[in-house]
């Protein structure tokens, strides 16, 4: 079926290697963009918490995009690697949580957000969630005085 439709629309087999070679240097080249916007970000942020946010979310990108495109172009030369297919599934489920981790990390350490913060939403639902554990406890402590 491939190569009739190869026939029809008048193409070689070698013109279509060269179509998918070009897409996977191009996503390959777009990965490596990405990375360095991704440097400029961790440069240029005010904080800790948005530099792991560039340092996550668009290095992330970079580099499945980077082996995506690696992927294609070899997969076209008869080498598929499976290798390859692990890594792009180790970074992408990776490296969000680590960056999230991190960022948690930092705020339960107490580092200074940047000036520009207008909203701390975590602090507000840490503060419901540490009233809850207190009722829980006196609740637990006033179940006790009843028994004796």
Do not use: C
Request: glycine share 6%.
């Amino acid at each position: 079926m491939g190569a009739i439709l190869l026939l029809l629309i008048n193409v070689s087999l070698n013109d279509v290697i060269a179509i998918i070679e070009f897409i996977g240097v191009l996503l390959i080249l777009i990965g490596s963009i990405m990375a360095v916007i991704s440097a400029i970000g961790i440069i240029r942020f005010p904080d800790v918490y948005t530099r792991s946010h560039a340092a996550t979310k668009s290095s992330t990108l970079a580099v499945l995009l980077t082996l995506l495109g690696v992927f294609i172009f070899f997969w076209v030369h008869d080498s598929f690697s499976v290798r390859l297919l692990l890594g792009i599934v180790f970074v992408f489920l990776t490296a969000p949580v680590s960056g999230h981790l991190i960022s948690r990390a930092a705020y339960r350490a107490r580092v200074k957000t940047s000036d520009l913060t207008v909203e701390d939403e975590l602090a507000d639902a840490i503060q419901a969630h540490e009233e809850r554990e207190e009722d829980d406890e006196d609740e637990h402590e006033h179940d006790g005085d009843k028994g004796e």
